[in-house]
Each structure stands twice: as C-alpha cells, then as structure tokens.
C-alpha cells in the first residue's frame, strides 16, 4: 500500500515532473520558477528592491533567497552544459574565447551574472574587495584579524586576545570557474584591467539607486600593474588622491578613484623602491620559513624541487602561524583601503 502512494504514471506527451524537476528530455526547472526569478531580478536591477507572494499575500524579497534560486538553477543548467557532445569547454581559456564571454552565455546565465554584479559590485551590502591573487585573501584576512581593533571600517572585533573574535566589515571576492565564465573576472591584471574597461558599461546598466558602498581592486605596485595604468590614462575622470601637479603618478597615489564606486589601491612604495608586491608586506624571518627543506618564492617561476609557491605560504605558514606573525607591515596597505572607503562615503 505505501509503494503505490509512491508510485505515479506521467504521459509521455505531458510535463513529467520529479521533486519539482521537470525530467522529459533532461533535468530542468518549471518555467514559472524561472519566471518568477527573471521578474523579480529585473525589478531588482531597476529599484533595488522586489516583492514575492507568501500565503496570497505581496511581501518584501530577500535577496538571499533570490540567490539561492538563481544558484540552484544555475548548477542545473552547468549540469546540462557538461552533457553536451561535446561538453563545452567550463575553463573558457583566453586564448579560445578571450575575455569577453557574454555572446557565450545563455539567457539564464545572462540574468544570473547581472543579478551577481548588482550583488557584488551595485548593491553591495559592505565594501567588496578584489585582489590580484587568490592568496591575496588569504594574507588580508588574517592581517585584518590580528588588528582589528586598530580598523573598525574593516572589521568590528570583539572580546578575547589578539582579535581572535571578529566579524568582518568587507567582502572579499572568491574566484572561482564561474565568475570565471559569469562575471569575466579570475585574479590577474589582464582579467582585471578588461573589468575596469568595462565597469561604465556595466555600472549604467541598471536603475537601482546609486551604490552605498565601493569597490576597491588591490594590486601589486610592479610591471604587471603598466596595463592597467595604460587603461587608466585613457579613461576621462579617474584621479589619484593625492592629486599631482603636473600628472597623476597612479604608482604613488594612496588610492586611485577610477569613476562611479570603483576604486584601485597599489600596494606601497618607498623611495628606494621602484616596485612592490603584497609579499613584500611580511617581514623577512617569515619569509625565511621552510617548509620540506624548501624556499619560499613568491614568483609564478618557482623551481618545484628547491622552492615552494605563494599557495604553500598562505596555508602553511600565513594560516597556521598567523597567531605569532607581526602584521605592522601591513599597517600602510589598510590605511590606504580604509582612506578610499572613506572617500565614497563623502562623496556618494
């Protein structure tokens, strides 16, 4: 008796749904799911703001539950990518597709990589930091643990010794595959330089009112940083703070506003250098610590059998002895962050 409660006939001709999938061809959702979504994304991008029905009743969205429908058909659409013949390519490299993926993406994907660039870079809740590098997060996180109590824009810390207990009060952006192919954004200044370019573009999109918090990109201060600076250049209404006389020097600038909420930080540099790196920002007897009898080496050519890479640095030594670490260093680095947030918030 309780299998036939289970069991169901569904026509072939008919729609055959399963937990809430429609299955006839492949997994999919029920269209009205996704055309809910679709509507309540697009009063999003134009107001801020979306309404949902609970009960016969018209109540306020929350944007979180928007996410989750918009992730959830999301990982099925990527299921059904990965099943084509053949499946198409999910690392999209540069030299197939260059940057520029949006005439790859279908309409769904389309609204779902609006709907994360309201979320991270419009309607942002707190200040969203982009870094360079993957570690990157990794050392600034934990620079901003020991001292949060020296920044209350970054992070609100709490009791308990060597700010052990905190929250923080940015959000730092995760890269994965899919803000690879959603949002044309994977760390590195080629990925990050063709974000600039386009952050106009992207930014008069949508009608929301205008952003309560900024965006603030951290780069290192070397060669990597010349094409950037190039993009720079050409764009009419960037200015480095503190203004130069005669030209902006973006490279000594302690924040770069480029235009709208977007802003660029370089790590720093003194006089006797010409160029600096995050790493630079930990002192050297860190620096110095071996792991397996190897060598720390912050560039991307690194020999595998003498020297070990900046992933290695951040989970076996920035993570595991963060406790003991001395983060003065990168005392000049938040300064810098916590002087753009407070020049949005006098001009917003």
Known sequence: MYKRKKTRIQYQNSRQDVTGLVVNKKPNVKKEYWRIARAQCNKLFKSGQFTKTVNDKVVEGNINELEGKLNFIDHIDTYNRLRQAPPLNQTYEMAKHGHNKSKLLSGRERTF?????????????????????KTDNTYLKSAINRLAGEYPKLADSGPGEKGNKYKLLVHFLKYTKRTRFLLELYGGTSYLNYFISKFDKQYKYYGAPKPDHPVIILLDNDSGFDCIDKTLRK????????????????????????????????????????????????????????????????????????????????????????????????????????????HYDAMK
């Open 235 to 342: 764009m009419e209404k960037v200015t480095a703070v503190p203004l130069q006389r005669k030209k902006q020097n973006f490279r000594n600038a302690e924040f770069i506003h480029v235009i709208h909420n977007l802003y660029i930080v370089l790590t720093p540099i003194d006089i006797l250098q010409q160029e600096s790196m995050i790493e630079d920002l930990f002192d050297d007897e860190i620096k110095k610590i071996e792991i397996a009898g190897k060598k720390f080496n912050p560039e991307k050519n690194f020999d595998k059998n003498t020297e070990y890479s900046k992933e290695v640095f951040a989970k076996k030594v920035v993570l595991t002895k963060k406790s003991d670490i001395d983060f003065n260093g990168f005392k000049p680095f938040l300064d810098r962050i916590v002087k753009a947030i407070d």
């Open 113 to 133: 990589s609006r709907f994360l660039y309201y979320r991270l870079f419009y309607g942002n809740n707190k200040p969203t930091i982009v870094c360079e590098g």
